[in-house]
């Protein structure tokens, strides 16, 4: 058992995601930055769709129940085990009455921490992955008990070594969206150089952006959309949809995120800044 001594600023219990329900209006939600989420479960052998925690800014205090591992990876964070300084991206091993700290981030904003065996919380739509209005909790909000799967003996844990993203890296690379064709020359030309800001509505939901574009476009039929669309308002406004946004939308699709783009873009946070780098494109 892991018991919550102290709430961090936002805390969610985060897997893969929930497939297959987007018919049914569903968001496939899941951990914000796949990379980071799938290293700390390669790192320990665990099942790839065992959740972790997701971590956002600032981290809570855990104690532990009984011995385990567990893996913290993503942004740059300061962790103290027993007030010892302890390394990401390894495996930890950890003792009965073992304390956790986990500080603010100093490079990105979303940390993951795994547990051998990962965690058994509830499963709604085949994923662990807490979101508001269809799971009992949309986060971690209160001081709690979480129970951990049973692993009665561990033979070997992974001895690789992570891929790490370059969180300062402000390039993301996208595709053409469906829309795109509708922008005139100077609006591409402006997509194409223009650095932008993101601004302070931002959340797992999707990242709204500073500056606006000049040409504006008028609403279309509600389509399809995907986290890392980037939809443009008709009044010139910017905004990527992310993990939890809905699965259709009435703006303009410019661009479509790459899979690294949208774990890129996970931990970026209020005013941090982006350039968008078209790839695959032809005029």
Known sequence: MIEILQLGWHTTIQDLGRFGQQS?????????????????????????????????IKGPILKFHRATYITITGAKVRLTLNKD??????????KKGDIL??????????????????FQTETVLGSKSQFKGLTFN???????VIAINKI??????????????????????????PEYH????????????????????NNRMGYRLNEKIK?????????????????????GTLIILMRDAQVTGGYARIFQLTDDAINLLAQKSTLDQLKFEIIRYKE
């Not at 290293?39 to 997701?54: G, Q, R, S, T, V």
């Not at 033979?155 to 993301?172: E, F, Q, R, V, W």
């Not at 509708?182 to 800001?197: A, D, E, G, V």
Request: aromatic share 8%.
């Open 138 to 144: 949309d986060r971690i909000d209160k001081k709690s």
């Open 24 to 56: 049914l209006g569903v968001p496939i939600s899941g951990a914000m930055d796949l990379n980071a989420f799938n290293w700390a479960n390669k790192l320990l052998n665990n099942d790839p769709n065992d959740a972790c925690f997701e971590i956002t």
């Open 215 to 235: 040409q504006q476009l008028p609403e279309i039929w509600t389509a399809p959309t995907l986290p890392g669309t980037v939809q443009l308002t008709p009044e």
């Open 101 to 118: 700290h986990i500080s603010n981030t100093t490079v990105g904003c979303r940390v993951y921490i795994a547990i051998l065996g990962g």
């Open 182 to 201: 509708l922008l005139n020359t100077s609006s591409r030309n402006s997509l194409k150089i223009k650095q932008f800001t993101i601004s302070s509505q």
């Open 85 to 94: 300084h302890i390394e990401m991206y390894k495996p930890i091993s950890i």
């Open 152 to 177: 009665p003996f561990v033979t070997k844990l992974a001895g690789i070594k992570a891929h790490l993203i370059d969180y300062s890296n402000i390039n993301l690379k996208v595709y053409i969206g």
